[in-house]
Every structure is written in C-alpha cells, then in structure tokens.
C-alpha cells in the first residue's frame, strides 16, 4: 500500500469508529428526554428511572467519542495536509461552531446529571435536556456542513490554487447542507432508537429479575414507537438524497445504481455482480422504471448514466453494494417495528407483541441500524471518488507523502481495539448485575421524600 491508500485507510478506519459513538451523541439525549418526559406526565417511576439509566450509560460513549473526534480532527492536518493548506481556513467556521456546540452541550449534560430531584418544580430539570439536544443536533450540523463542503463546495474563488475571497457562511450552508444535515440527524434518531429497543428486547428475554419485566416491556415499547417515526423521517431524507444526486451528483447516483446509458425508465438494480469490462450486470433484482422514479418522482425521467463521465471521474463500482446494504438494514428496521407496532394496535395480535420470535427480531435491529450507518457513510465518502473536494482537488493530490504511516495506522488500531472493548466492557458491568427495579425504588424514594 502507498501512502495515498493508507492515508484513505486510516481516515476510513477512524471515521468508522467515531460515526458510532457520534450517532449515540446526537440520538441519545433525545431518547432520554422523552423518557423522562413521559415519566413526569404519567408520574411514572419506571419511565424516569429509565432516563437515569440511559443517561449513566451515555456518559461513557461520550468521553470515547471525545477522543476519536479529537483524532480526526489531527488527522486532517496530519494526512490531508494540501486540502488543509487549500481550504482550511473555509471550513475553520462550522469546524469552530462544531467544538462550541459539544462544549454547550456537554456543559448542560453535566448539569442534567448532577441536579435530578434538586429542583422544586419536577419540570425544571427536564428542561435542562433540550439544551443537551440542541447541543448534540448543532454538532452533528456543523460537522455535516464540513462534508457537504466537500461534496458540493461554494463560497469561495479559486486564484492560483488557493481559496480566496471566502465567504463562510455560503461556504458552511452549501447546496446539499440542508438535505445531508436532514439525513444525519434522522439517521442517528432513528439508529439510537433501535440500538436501545434492541437492549430492551435482549434484557428482556435473557431477564434475570422477574421484577424488571414491566420495566423492559415500557422501554421495549417506546424506542420501536419512535424507532418507526425516525425511520420515516430517514427515508424521506434518503427520498430527498436521492433527488438532489439526481441533480447535482448524477455520477454518484448512476455508480450507485450501475446506471451507465443514460434513458427515461431507468431500472432500480438491487445487488448483482458487475463485469467491468463489458459494463454487463449479472444476478440482479431489476425494478422497473423505479430508479427515474427515485429521481425525479416519474418514471419518464431521464436519468444520466456512467458513460456520460470520463472513467476516471467516476465514482469506484463497489459503492452499489453499500447503498443496497444500507437500504436493506433500514428496511428490515422498518419491517420489524411496523410488525411491532401492529400487534399494539391490533388487539387480536396484541399476544405477539413480546413473543420470542418478535423479540428476536427486535433484537437485530439495534446491529442492523448501525450496519446501515456505517453502509451509508462509506457510500458517501466513496461516492465522492475520486474527489476530496469536488470539482476541485483529487484525493491523489491531497493526501501526506510522510513515511511511517504503517506504524502510526497499527498504533491507532490498536487504540480503536483497546476504546471499543473498554467501553464496551464497562457499559456490560455497568448494568449486569444492577436491575432496573432498584433505581425505579430509588427514584420512588427520592420523589416521595422530595414531596
């Protein structure tokens, strides 16, 4: 491997890591709020003592997502050093907005930890939640701003080879910042959601304390109600995605696809196997029409193909295979919480509700959802292929030309290993042995004395 594929690597393999810890950052805040929120209009015990639990769990993946955020930070300077040179100082202002948003952030979640029951009105510390959520969504925003910019870069002139005339605020909101913005925020809602329905459904059928049954059925129940509602709010943002691509990227919709002539009636390829050389697709599920349809909601639409693109613009063909992964974990999420949701609303289907098979299948859910994160995020950054930032510089001509890099990209395995068992490991003690029935007794005493 040269350095220009090891640089890819190591930025590949650090985004990876922190796009899970960072989607438990801008999805998990609000999960907790709408716990406790519920708690307090039902003056529900269980409910509040599942905001507590949940929040106890969080502070564990912030502080790792802390440290691979930091990483990624250095390694921009580190491994794309021409791309800083040229453009660093247009994505220093949501870069900045980003590191304001976590410290507003995490300033408010200190506070939300330290002060339940410190408060005369029960509703004062719930409030204290939504500047967690704002702190948590702004920073997904503002860092999302940085990768539209790549992907759609604006607010600026090019003068011999530099960025000049920059203005930060075109360059932070540019053409695809709302849509992408849209799309990480209900990705990471809907994920987290999941994530925690799944831990649900795992407790509850491995339950070592009968007491906390009702406890994981009222968890189990809420995360796959707002699991479904995200997961509509992420398709629609997939829908918009997709129409923009339509417009703006049409190499990257037409490598996602296999698309390569251009036609009206375009087919919507699912999986298969590609020949290269002869562009020929084999073993595919082929729909009809439903690609132009995607595009432009008619299936008349005329949608450009690969050949419109010199080959060595287009995006790498392997790309198709993570937009039908990730479109396929999203619709199995769908599925399985639809099914969900029927057996509540339907009474003669209301005995399925926690039987094993629908506990099992919520169960997958939680990897399915963050599969389908990280599907999409490698979807997008190969879908930009061969730009770092398009239209205007390579990843071939951005990336460092140091040595060492072997080493260094071993040593941050390493880390990556060490941070995910770490966390991992105390998040497993943490609630092993610790049942929910306690904390929901303890929230019973600390209310009732407080009254």
């Known amino acids: 491997m040269d350095s220009i594929e090891i640089a890819r690597f190591l930025t590949a393999m650090t985004l990876a890591v922190h796009i899970i810890f960072a989607t438990i950052g801008v999805g998990m805040p609000l999960m907790f709020a709408i716990a406790e929120f519920?708690?307090?209009?039902?003056?529900?015990?269980?409910?509040?003592?599942?905001?507590?639990?949940?929040?106890?769990?969080?502070?564990?993946?912030?502080?790792?997502?802390?440290?691979?955020?930091?990483?990624?930070?250095?390694?921009?300077?580190?491994?794309?050093?021409?791309?800083?040179?040229?453009?660093?100082?247009?994505?220093?202002?949501?870069?900045?907005?980003?590191?304001?948003?976590?410290?507003?952030?995490?300033?408010?979640?200190?506070?939300?930890?330290?002060?339940?029951?410190?408060?005369?009105?029960?509703?004062?510390?719930?409030?204290?939640?939504?500047?967690?959520?704002?702190?948590?969504?702004?920073?997904?925003?503002?860092?999302?701003?940085?990768?539209s910019f790549m992907n759609t870069p604006a607010g600026f002139e090019m003068k011999h080879g530099k960025m000049v005339n920059v203005q930060p605020w075109a360059a932070m909101f540019n053409d695809s910042f709302i849509i992408r913005s849209f799309h990480v925020v209900a990705t990471a809602y809907m994920t987290m959601a999941f994530v925690l329905a799944s831990i649900a459904a795992y407790k509850l059928l491995k339950n070592k304390f009968s007491q906390d049954t009702a406890y994981h059925k009222k968890a189990l129940k809420l995360t796959m109600i707002l699991g479904i509602v995200f997961t509509v709010g992420a398709m629609i943002a997939g829908d918009a995605s997709a129409k923009f691509l339509h417009k703006e990227q049409p190499e990257k919709l037409a490598a996602y696809e296999w698309h390569f002539d251009t036609q009206s009636k375009a087919n919507l390829v699912l999986f298969g196997s590609l020949d290269e050389k002869t562009e020929k697709v084999k073993g595919a599920i082929e729909i009809p029409g439903v690609l132009s349809f995607l595009a432009d909601n008619n299936v008349n639409t005329k949608v450009k193909g690969l050949n419109d693109f010199p080959k060595e613009l287009r995006p790498p063909m392997m790309v198709h295979y993570f937009f039908d992964l990730m479109v396929f974990m999203g619709v199995f999420c769908f599925i399985i919480s639809g099914v969900f949701i029927l057996t509540l609303l339907i009474k003669k289907l209301r005995r399925f509700t926690f039987s094993k098979a629908m506990v099992i299948g919520t169960i997958l859910t939680g990897p399915a959802s963050i599969l389908a994160i990280e599907f999409g995020w490698f979807l997008t950054e190969q879908g930009r292929q061969p730009w770092l930032v398009r239209g205007y510089l390579k990843v071939a001509d951005a990336a460092t030309q140091a040595g060492g890099l072997a080493l260094v990209t071993i040593m941050f395995a390493l880390l990556y290993l060490v941070l995910l068992f770490t966390s991992a490991y105390v998040l497993i003690r943490m609630y092993r042995n610790n049942p929910a029935y306690k904390d929901v007794e303890k929230v019973k005493i600390e209310r009732g004395a407080k009254s």
């Open 38 to 147: 519920i708690g307090l209009k039902r003056n529900d015990y269980q409910y509040i003592a599942l905001a507590k639990r949940w929040t106890k769990g969080y502070t564990i993946t912030v502080a790792v997502g802390v440290v691979t955020g930091t990483i990624i930070g250095l390694q921009l300077s580190l491994l794309w050093p021409t791309f800083m040179q040229m453009g660093g100082h247009v994505i220093a202002l949501p870069l900045f907005m980003e590191t304001f948003a976590f410290f507003f952030e995490a300033i408010f979640l200190s506070i939300y930890l330290y002060t339940w029951d410190r408060f005369k009105n029960k509703w004062t510390h719930f409030l204290i939640s939504l500047p967690v959520i704002l702190g948590g969504s702004f920073s997904a925003f503002f860092i999302t701003a940085v990768n």
